[in-house]
């Protein structure tokens, strides 16, 4: 038997519906989870306290990464210890921010980045410095007051996603529509 001439593909409008609602759950699931994640930070950041405190140490550290197509990279960073006093309890300290670890997201002070060497030198042993205290949690400290711009960037990079995958649902749903007045249309 020969075969017959080839066929024209067509998407199946309901599988690509359900394909756009699963990367639509998904994107959800993301954008809630960073905006859960950046909102905490920037409340966080928000009621924090300016106190006095005292640097103890600092180190340059020096991190290495292995990269996806071999090969090494190095990121430097200080680690600054310091101490401060709240309500007459004496803590200390190795937090640079409330946006993590100065080797997840750089050094910054508001939005302006500051290279590792700039900041190691700022913060000599013994000298004192202005630091940030929670006051829900005297405990926790932060060295810098910061806002982090890669908060923004991942969050257009979800909300670009979500949007995509609604575009694709409403496409979807439109085909389906259609095909269904068709049908309808051929079944008189």
């Not at 690509?16 to 909102?39: D, M, P, R, S």
């Not at 982090?148 to 609604?166: E, K, T």
């Not at 259609?178 to 049908?183: D, F, K, T």
Request: aromatic share 14%.
């Amino acid at each position: 038997m020969a075969p017959g001439p080839p066929q024209k593909h067509e998407d199946n409008p309901r599988d690509v519906l359900l394909a756009c609602g699963f990367l639509c759950l998904l994107a959800l699931g993301c954008a809630v989870w960073w905006a859960y994640a950046g909102v905490s930070s920037l409340w966080t950041n928000a009621r924090l306290r300016e106190i006095p405190c005292r640097i103890l140490s600092r180190e340059m550290v020096a991190r290495t990464y292995n990269m996806s197509r071999g090969g090494t990279t190095t990121t430097r960073f200080p680690e600054i210890e310091f101490a401060y006093e709240v309500n007459g309890a004496a803590y200390s300290s190795r937090e640079p921010s409330v946006w993590g670890g100065s080797d997840s997201f750089g050094w910054g002070d508001g939005l302006q980045s500051r290279s590792p060497d700039e900041l190691y030198e700022k913060y000599p042993p013994g000298s004192g410095a202005t630091c940030w205290h929670d006051p829900a949690d005297p405990s926790r400290a932060y060295l810098l007051k910061t806002v982090s711009f890669y908060w923004f960037i991942n969050g257009f990079i979800i909300f670009g996603c979500v949007a995509y995958a609604l575009c694709g649902m409403l496409w979807a749903r439109r085909r389906l529509r259609a095909a269904n007045a068709c049908q309808a249309r051929d079944a008189r």
